[in-house]
Nanobody, 116 residues
Framework: QVQLVESGGGLVQAGESRKLSCTVSGRINIVDALGWHRQVPGKQRELVATISRDDHTYYADSVKDRFTISRDGPKNTVSLQMNSLKPEDTAVYYC??????????WGQGTQVTVSS
């Protein structure tokens, strides 16, 4: 199994920055890609950004050029640097691990609230 624990959420003003971190533990060797998703009440969870095992990244159009996903191998963490935050970025942010043949794993989520 793979365990994921997010941190870094909170209340920020529009235009400010925030960094989320996700610590990955367990069967790290089977993790193929890591990503961040977000969800607001009443809406489907949406993909924000992903990073593959060989560090290829993908971003949703809504966050491109504002958010940066990165991974720190020795620390087994994946981070999401969020700049120029907007009220519409308010959501619960979830870390996700995609494994090689063992399914997907999710963290418990961390709330980010951006006030205008």
């Amino acid at each position: 199994q793979v365990q994921l624990v997010e941190s870094g959420g909170g209340l920020v003003q529009a235009g400010e920055s925030r960094k989320l971190s996700c610590t990955v533990s367990g069967r790290i060797n089977i993790v193929d890609a890591l990503g961040w998703h977000r969800q607001v009440p009443g809406k489907q969870r949406e993909l924000v950004a992903t990073i593959s095992r060989d560090d290829h990244t993908y971003y949703a159009d809504s966050v491109k050029d504002r958010f940066t996903i990165s991974r720190d191998g020795p620390k087994n963490t994946v981070s999401l640097q969020m700049n120029s935050l907007k009220p519409e970025d308010t959501a619960v942010y979830y870390c996700k691990a995609v494994t090689m043949g063992a399914g997907d794993y999710w963290g418990q989520g961390t709330q980010v609230t951006v006030s205008s």
